[in-house]
């Protein structure tokens, strides 16, 4: 039972609009930044959204970030059959003093 | 550019110890980086092991602190970790990463590859 929670499967078709919902607490999301990561199928996890809204360089602009209170979203929007991926929000978690990750949304293009 | 790259048995017995190094290629390791290592049992998410800056200071996962240890070896540039006393449930991809210096202590900005890592008799 991951501390984030994700939902398990998403799914979209080209061209579409897509949102991954992360939930957290307020030790978590609540009170510290949000961070998402994009695993492709047998690859490591790439940073793809920092501190909540922030795309490193080289992110795509189709990805976006948000945070309210103690949830945090992913979108991407024209979705291409390459973001078929795992996506998984990240934070810090004061209670219990770890880096916590949530369980991961695969994400399918249909 | 800097490249990250795990090395280490794949295969670990029950109540043994698991070690694994990350070599550090195309950079030093002495920057101002932290330095980590995350975990993925198969087919699961990921897990935060530790983290340790090049001055030898660590900072481990409460789940983990009292079997973990994570070292620096500057003069190699590799970082390494040991995970003692392991169970089937320690069998995980893993993967070493670097902490990003822009984005903060939780932005994990570059990784290796990852090393399945199997604990069986």
Same mark, same amino acid.
């Given at each position: 039972?991951?501390?984030? =929670?994700?939902?398990?499967? &998403?799914?979209?078709?080209?061209?579409?609009?897509?949102?991954?919902?992360?939930?957290?607490?307020?030790?978590?999301?609540?009170? @510290?930044?949000?961070?998402?990561?994009? !695993?492709?199928?047998? /690859?490591?996890?790439?940073?793809?959204?920092?501190? @909540?809204?922030?795309?490193?360089?080289?992110?795509?602009?189709?990805?976006?970030?948000?945070?309210?209170?103690?949830?945090?979203?992913?979108?991407?929007?024209?979705?291409?059959?390459?973001?078929? &991926?795992?996506?998984?929000?990240?934070?810090?978690?004061?209670?219990?003093?770890?880096?916590?990750?949530?369980?991961?949304?695969?994400?399918?293009?249909? | 550019?800097?490249?990250?790259?795990?090395?280490?048995?794949?295969?670990?017995?029950?109540?043994?110890?698991?070690?694994? =190094?990350?070599?550090?290629?195309?950079?030093?390791?002495?920057?101002? @980086?932290?330095?980590?290592?995350?975990? !993925?049992?198969?087919?699961?998410?990921?897990?935060?092991?530790?983290?340790?800056?090049?001055?030898?200071?660590?900072?481990? @996962?409460?789940?983990?602190?009292?079997?973990? =240890?994570?070292?620096?070896?500057?003069?190699?540039?590799?970082?390494?970790?040991?995970?003692?006393?392991? /169970? &089937? &449930?320690?069998?995980?991809?893993?993967?070493?990463?670097?902490?990003?210096?822009?984005?903060?202590?939780?932005?994990?900005?570059?990784?290796?590859?990852?090393?399945?890592?199997?604990?069986?008799?």
């Amino acid at each position: 039972q991951s501390v984030l =929670t994700q939902p398990p499967s &998403a799914s979209g078709t080209p061209g579409q609009r897509v949102t991954i919902s992360c939930s957290g607490s307020s030790s978590n999301i609540g009170s @510290n930044y949000v961070f998402w990561y994009q !695993q492709l199928p047998g /690859t490591a996890p790439k940073l793809l959204i920092c501190r @909540n809204n922030q795309r490193p360089s080289g992110v795509p602009d189709r990805f976006s970030g948000s945070k309210s209170g103690t949830s945090a979203s992913l979108a991407i929007s024209g979705l291409r059959s390459e973001d078929e &991926a795992d996506y998984y929000c990240a934070a810090w978690d004061d209670s219990l003093s770890v880096r916590v990750f949530g369980g991961g949304t695969k994400l399918t293009v249909l | 550019q800097v490249q990250l790259q795990e090395s280490g048995p794949g295969l670990v017995k029950p109540s043994g110890t698991l070690s694994l =190094t990350c070599a550090v290629s195309g950079g030093s390791i002495s920057s101002s @980086n932290w330095w980590t290592w995350v975990r !993925q049992p198969p087919g699961k998410g990921l897990e935060w092991i530790g983290e340790i800056y090049p001055s030898g200071s660590t900072n481990y @996962n409460p789940s983990l602190t009292s079997r973990v =240890t994570i070292l620096i070896d500057k003069s190699q540039n590799q970082f390494s970790l040991k995970l003692n006393s392991v /169970t &089937a &449930a320690d069998t995980a991809v893993y993967y070493c990463a670097r902490v990003s210096s822009t984005w903060g202590r939780d932005a994990f900005d570059l990784w290796g590859q990852g090393t399945m890592v199997t604990v069986s008799s």
